[in-house]
C-alpha cells in the first residue's frame, strides 16, 4: 500500500500553519491529504486554528472564542504579513477542485470543553462545498466522534491517540475503545513505535496512520510499514523519502 502523506496544519514547518498561504503551497506538492484545526468563536464563525488562545500563533493574545469578525481579519499570523486567522469556509473552498482528502480537527475551547453544536455546523460547510466524500472529523475525544457520527453519518471520523489521551487505559483497552470510536486511527509515532505488536495486532494497516514524523529518518521508517497515512509538517521531505 502506497501511504497517503498528510500536510499537518497545512505544512507547519514550511509554512505559517493553518495559514491560506500555507494551504496553496501544499497543492503544489504531490500529496494526497491536508490536516488542519476548527474551532466556534462567540460570534459564530467557524475559524481554522490549533490552538484555543491566539497568543503562540499570531501577533494578538486571549481566547479564539471571543474574536469578532474584524479582529480577526486585523490580527496576524505569526511568520506572516498578510495571513489573518482563517475562516473553514475560507480553506474549503481551496480544496473543493483539488482531489485532496481533508482531515478535520474538532477542537475543544480553553476549558477543554466541546463547542456546542460545533460538529454539525462543521458538517454543514463541508457539505454546502460537496466535500464530504473526502472529508473526515477528527479528535481526540471520543465523545465528540460519537456527537458526528450522530449528526453527521455521512462523514467519516479518525480518532486520534497518544500517550496522553491513552493514560487512563491499559494500552490493550485504549486501542479497542478507539477502534470502537472511529473508521480511522491516527497514532503519535512514539506511542505506535512502542506498541507496534500490540497495534497491528488490533487494527489493519488500512485503518492506520501515524503523527508526526518529520526528519528524513523519521519519515523514512514510517512510510516503510505500510500503514494507510503519514501526517507531517514537512510534507516535502515525505514526498522525498516516498520517490526513494
Sequence with gaps: MNTMIVGHRGARNLWPENSL???????????????FDVHLTDAGELVVIHD??????????GAVRGLSPADRLAIRLSGSETDYVPTLDEVLELFVDTGHELH????????????PGMAGSVA??????????????TSFAVTELDTVRRVAPQLRT?????????????????????????????????????????????LPLDRLGVWVPNSEEELSYWLGKGLRQLTTDRPDLAVKARNC
Design 52 to 61: 484555543a488562545a491566539l497568543d503562540r500563533t499570531t501577533d494578538a493574545s
Design 21 to 35: 498561504t500555507g494551504f496553496r503551497n501544499l497543492l503544489e506538492l504531490p500529496v494526497e491529504a491536508v490536516e
Design 124 to 137: 454543514s460547510r463541508i457539505d454546502a462545498h460537496g466535500l464530504a466524500a473526502r472529508s473526515i472529523l
Design 158 to 202: 479518525l480518532l486520534s491517540l497518544n500517550h496522553r489521551s491513552a493514560e487512563a487505559f491499559e494500552p490493550a483497552a485504549a486501542l479497542k475503545r478507539a477502534a470502537a470510536a472511529a473508521d480511522l486511527i491516527a497514532i503519535q509515532m512514539t506511542y505506535l513505535e512502542e506498541h507496534w505488536a500490540l497495534v497491528t495486532a488490533t
Design 104 to 115: 478535520v480537527e474538532l477542537k475543544a475551547d480553553a476549558e477543554g470543553q466541546s463547542y
